[in-house]
């Protein structure tokens, strides 16, 4: 089964603001969703002290780093950061256009997962546009490698994510999630799971400028003899950690500005690895066709596809 409202185009039913702190910069960030026209796609507008506005298409081809979030932009002054967990929520909610007005330059940190984002445009509530979704169907296997890490896209009836991690703390381990994407499975299985960081790391964030803003509110942080600081624990018994990462693949992939239907695979990966995988389907229109409908047979060239090409594994990943 495939994300959306039946096949057909959606946006926001109204205007919805939230504010919170950037978990990069420690600023207070504020974004508002506002409802965009059929076509639109997902559209940052960075908004500056002195009027003007950076307008920012979440497209594959607008990526700019992925060191430790995902960031729109090539250049500080002109880009808005830490994407993922708002993309994922787009994704998971079948939200194909708006226009999100920051006035910052991330997106808030929140509680470090998506879930704020969901209960947010949940409570105002998406209304259809009356056009059909298009959606990116893989047609062949896709994958690339670095290192000890690998991502594939593979043929699949339906879109489904297999995500795993490894990592040398005891804590976390070998753990893998999988299943077959959809709102209510988004919202019940990965939607809350938060971003997670190493006590040994915090001190070398700082002085590069980075995790300001992360606080026990908003991270699950591992102390240096491998256990979890946080009061209440987790959210998802053991394995939140390799949840949060299949959440971040799906904001990621949210990047090639319509769903896909087909399978996600990955072992070790993180936001660069999910960028450059998705750089290498676009790249192969041999890979994958347009369809507008998820059932699949009206075909539309990949040239009237407006949302495509572009450009391991972070210690602290928002």
Same mark, same amino acid.
């Given at each position: 089964?495939?994300?959306?409202?039946?096949? !057909?185009?959606?946006?926001?039913?109204?205007?919805?603001?939230?504010?919170?702190?950037?978990?990069?910069?420690?600023?207070?960030?504020?974004?508002?969703?506002?409802?965009?026209?059929? *076509?639109?796609?997902?559209?940052?507008?960075?908004?500056?002290?002195?009027? @003007?506005?950076?307008?920012?298409?979440?497209?594959?081809?607008?990526?700019?780093?992925?060191?430790?979030?995902?960031?729109?932009?090539?250049?500080?002054?002109?880009?808005?950061?830490?994407?993922?967990?708002?993309?994922?929520?787009?994704?998971?909610?079948?939200?194909?256009?708006?226009?999100?007005?920051?006035?910052?330059?991330?997106?808030?940190?929140?509680?470090?997962?998506?879930?704020?984002?969901?209960?947010?445009?949940?409570?105002?509530?998406?209304?259809?546009?009356?056009?059909?979704?298009?959606?990116?169907?893989?047609?062949?296997?896709?994958?690339?490698?670095?290192?000890?890490? &690998? @991502? %594939? !896209?593979?043929?699949?009836?339906?879109?489904?994510?297999?995500?795993?991690?490894?990592?040398?703390?005891?804590?976390?381990?070998?753990?893998? &999630?999988?299943?077959?994407?959809?709102?209510?499975?988004?919202?019940?299985?990965?939607?809350?799971?938060?971003? !997670?960081?190493?006590?040994?790391?915090?001190?070398?964030? &700082?002085?590069?400028?980075?995790?300001?803003?992360?606080?026990?509110?908003?991270?699950?942080?591992?102390?240096?003899?491998?256990?979890?600081?946080?009061? %209440?624990?987790?959210?998802?018994?053991?394995?939140? !950690?390799?949840?949060?990462?299949?959440?971040?693949?799906?904001?990621?992939?949210?990047?090639?500005?319509?769903?896909?239907?087909?399978?996600?695979?990955?072992?070790?990966?993180?936001?660069?690895?999910?960028?450059?995988?998705?750089?290498?389907?676009?790249?192969?229109?041999?890979?994958?066709?347009?369809?507008?409908?998820?059932?699949?047979?009206?075909?539309?060239?990949?040239? *009237?596809?407006?949302?495509?090409?572009?450009?391991?594994?972070?210690? &602290? @990943?928002?």
């Amino acid at each position: 089964m495939v994300i959306g409202m039946l096949g !057909f185009q959606t946006t926001v039913s109204r205007p919805v603001t939230l504010s919170g702190t950037g978990v990069h910069s420690g600023a207070e960030v504020t974004i508002t969703f506002n409802p965009a026209e059929v *076509d639109t796609g997902v559209v940052f507008h960075r908004m500056h002290d002195d009027g @003007s506005v950076t307008e920012l298409r979440a497209v594959s081809a607008q990526v700019g780093s992925t060191d430790l979030c995902t960031v729109l932009g090539f250049s500080p002054a002109h880009s808005v950061a830490t994407i993922e967990h708002v993309m994922a929520a787009l994704y998971a909610l079948g939200l194909d256009n708006v226009v999100i007005e920051v006035y910052g330059a991330e997106m808030p940190i929140m509680d470090g997962s998506s879930a704020p984002f969901i209960e947010a445009i949940e409570q105002i509530g998406l209304v259809s546009l009356g056009v059909k979704r298009r959606y990116i169907r893989i047609t062949k296997p896709v994958r690339i490698e670095h290192g000890g890490s &690998w @991502s %594939e !896209f593979r043929p699949y009836d339906g879109t489904r994510f297999e995500v795993e991690i490894d990592f040398e703390c005891p804590l976390i381990g070998h753990q893998k &999630w999988e299943g077959n994407l959809t709102s209510a499975t988004f919202k019940s299985e990965l939607s809350r799971a938060r971003t !997670f960081g190493f006590m040994r790391d915090v001190e070398r964030l &700082w002085a590069s400028g980075h995790a300001l803003g992360s606080s026990l509110e908003n991270s699950v942080v591992i102390s240096d003899d491998n256990t979890v600081i946080n009061v %209440e624990g987790l959210r998802y018994a053991k394995d939140e !950690f390799v949840r949060h990462k299949a959440l971040d693949a799906v904001g990621d992939l949210a990047l090639a500005g319509a769903p896909f239907i087909g399978c996600y695979r990955s072992y070790r990966g993180g936001h660069k690895m999910n960028a450059n995988a998705l750089k290498a389907l676009l790249s192969d229109t041999t890979a994958y066709e347009v369809v507008e409908t998820s059932a699949a047979r009206p075909r539309v060239t990949p040239r *009237d596809f407006v949302a495509v090409n572009a450009p391991g594994f972070a210690p &602290w @990943s928002a």
